[in-house]
């Protein structure tokens, strides 16, 4: 299964440029894997670090020699884009491998809390991604300006113009990096998801996000697409949904306990007992 990299290129815990990638992340569908990328451990580099050091950043090379594509979100600071981020494109730039970075497709984003949508930032991306050989992905305008204001109640992106053109990108992404668009596909709401098939919703799943939960209240199935395993692409999505924003499941319905039971090595990790 190929898979896709989340980087947002900031360490702030509630960081909307992690928000953002984060819900680039829920966008694709389930025929790839979405890893978010962390770099708050990477030293900054230079040519005589530590053993340690040496180690982490071999470790990061690694990760990001096993990914097949990248959703690259960077907030704009002083007109330019955030240091941790220009030093985690630097290391993978070098390895033994050569530059890690080389060929492989991405989606450039920006955000800001101000009017103008990290667009400095976002042109600076764009440059280092030519240097190091990605293929940018269109649109490759994304600039998200007032960001603050484009989320629900919890981290979901509510605003539908903002999800339309992401999740056009992020089908873009996902059809570099597989070669075939999507069968399946994801429509998230404040409150549900929803699968679609060709435009059409053929199942949905309901849930409450409280601090911290995900508890999972519904999944039905359009009658005419039952017994095809249509739910549990359902319950894969809410499985990334709790991974990528680090949240437990509770299983509020008769379906998701069902499904835990039969899955109990998932429940274990990501269910609240
Ligand atoms: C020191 C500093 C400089 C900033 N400079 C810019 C800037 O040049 N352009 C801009 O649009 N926003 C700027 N901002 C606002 C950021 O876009 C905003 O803080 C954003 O939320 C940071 O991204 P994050 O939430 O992912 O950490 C700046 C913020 C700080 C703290």
Redesign the pocket.
């Known amino acids: 299964m190929k898979r896709i990299g989340l980087l ?1 290129g ?1 360490l ?1 815990a509630e ?4 928000k953002v990638a984060r819900n680039l992340g829920l966008m694709g569908p389930n025929t790839v894997m979405v890893e978010p990328i962390s770099l708050a451990h990477l030293p900054l580099w230079h040519d005589q670090l530590s053993g340690r050091e040496q180690a982490t950043c071999q470790a990061f090379k690694a990760q990001i020699k096993r990914l097949d594509g990248f959703c690259i979100v960077t ?5 330019g884009i955030p240091g941790c981020l220009k030093n985690a494109l630097d290391i993978a730039s070098v390895s033994d491998d050569g530059n890690l970075w080389q060929g492989k497709p991405a989606l450039i984003a920006s ?4 009017k ?1 949508g ?1 667009m400095s930032a976002n042109q600076q991306l764009k440059q280092l991604a030519l240097v190091l050989g990605m293929q940018v992905i269109q649109p490759s305008e994304i600039y998200l300006s007032d ?1 603050e204001q484009l989320f629900a109640k919890h981290d979901l992106l509510t605003d539908a113009q903002t999800v339309t053109f992401l999740k056009l990108a992020m089908t873009r992404l996902v059809a570099a990096v597989q070669g075939a668009e999507p069968a399946l596909t994801f429509d998230f709401g404040p409150d549900d998801v929803q699968l679609q098939r060709q435009g059409q919703t053929i199942g949905q799943a309901t849930f409450d996000w409280s601090t911290g939960l995900l508890v999972i209240t519904g999944v039905t199935i359009e009658p005419d697409f039952a017994h095809q395993g249509l739910a549990g692409q359902l319950m894969l999505k809410l499985i990334v949904m709790a991974r990528l924003f680090e949240l437990s499941i509770v299983a509020g319905c008769g379906y998701s306990q069902a499904f835990f039971k039969q899955h109990p090595a998932i429940a274990q990790r990501l269910c609240l007992h």
Request: hydrophobic share 30%; charged share 20%; glycine share 10%.
């Open positions: 947002a900031s702030r960081s909307y440029a992690r907030p704009e600071i002083n007109r955000v800001s809390t101000g103008l990290g960001v």
